[in-house]
C-alpha cells in the first residue's frame, strides 16, 4: 500500500491503559510528523522526526512518547492519559523537514479516552 | 505570536453561487500560506499555496500582505465542494521548520 497509513483506526482506552500508535509511510520520505486535532482547537503539531531524529517536541506532556526505528515507522505510545487527549490523531510525512507543500497526512487514529 | 484564523467555522451556498472562506493570519515575517482540503471519509490533503499562484479544482486564493488575509475563492461552488477547508501557516526565518499553523477550519457545505 502506498501512502501513510495508520492503525487502528479507532482507539477506546482507559485512563490507566498503555496502548501505542502506528504510522507507516511507503513514499520514501525522510520527515515524519504527529499531529493532534481536536474539536475544540486548530490542529497542533506534536512532534517532529527528521532522519529517524525528533527535531521538535511542542511541549507534549510526557504521558505521549513517539518513537521512530526507522525512516518508514512512526509510533506513539500513550499512558495514562486524560480524558481531555481524545482527539484525532494525524501522522504525516515529507520528503524533508520543511517541506510543507508536499505533507501527506494519514487518515488518523481516533481516539477516546475515558 | 503566529495565528490563523479561520472566522467561519461553516458556510454554506447553493450550487453556481460564488464561495469565499476566509483566512487572516498573524506573523511577523514572511509567511508561506497553504490551504488544505478534508473531504468526506478522506485525509487532509493540500488543496493550494501561495507560492504557486495556481488554480487548483476552480479555487484561487491571493495572499494580501496588507490585511494580513489569504482568502480562498471559487466564482461558481458545486456539491463535491463540500468538505472541511483549512488554511494554515508555514513560517520563514527563526521559524522551525516543519511547522504548520493550522487555522480552525472551515466546513463548507454546497446545496444543489
Known amino acids: 500500500e502506498t501512502g501513510v497509513t495508520q492503525t487502528p483506526r479507532h482507539l477506546v482506552m482507559g485512563m490507566t491503559n498503555k496502548k501505542s500508535l502506528k504510522c507507516e509511510q511507503h513514499?520514501?520520505?525522510?520527515?515524519m510528523y504527529w499531529y493532534k486535532q481536536s474539536a475544540k482547537k486548530p490542529l497542533e503539531l506534536m512532534f517532529v522526526?527528521?532522519?529517524?531524529?525528533?527535531?521538535e517536541n511542542n511541549s507534549v506532556p510526557s504521558r505521549f512518547s513517539p518513537e521512530c526505528p526507522n525512516s518508514s515507522h512512526l509510533f506513539l505510545h500513550l499512558h495514562t492519559l486524560q480524558p481531555e487527549d481524545s482527539a484525532l490523531y494525524l501522522c504525516?510525512?515529507?520528503?524533508?523537514?520543511?517541506?510543507?507543500?508536499?505533507?501527506?497526512f494519514g487518515s488518523g487514529t481516533q481516539l477516546s479516552v475515558l | 505570536a503566529q495565528r490563523v484564523t479561520q472566522p467561519e467555522k461553516l458556510l454554506s451556498v447553493f450550487k453556481g453561487a460564488p464561495v469565499e472562506l476566509k483566512c487572516n493570519y498573524s506573523?511577523?515575517?514572511?509567511?508561506?500560506l497553504f490551504w488544505y482540503v478534508q473531504y468526506s471519509r478522506q485525509r487532509l490533503q493540500l488543496l493550494l499555496r501561495?507560492?504557486s499562484r495556481e488554480s487548483i479544482k476552480g479555487f484561487t486564493a491571493d495572499l494580501n500582505k496588507g490585511e494580513t488575509s489569504f482568502h480562498l475563492k471559487k466564482p461558481f461552488a458545486q456539491e463535491e465542494d463540500s468538505a472541511m477547508y483549512y488554511c494554515?501557516?508555514?513560517?520563514?526565518?527563526?521559524?522551525?521548520?516543519?511547522?504548520?499553523?493550522f487555522g480552525r477550519g472551515t466546513q463548507l457545505t454546497v446545496w444543489p
Open positions: 494554515a501557516l508555514s513560517g520563514a526565518a527563526g521559524s522551525t521548520l516543519g511547522r504548520l499553523y
Open positions: 501561495h507560492i
Open positions: 522526526y527528521s532522519l529517524e531524529e525528533r527535531v
Open positions: 506573523y511577523s515575517g514572511s509567511p508561506e
Open positions: 513514499l520514501g520520505h525522510n520527515a
Open positions: 504525516a510525512s515529507s520528503p524533508t523537514q520543511g517541506a510543507e507543500e508536499k505533507l501527506f
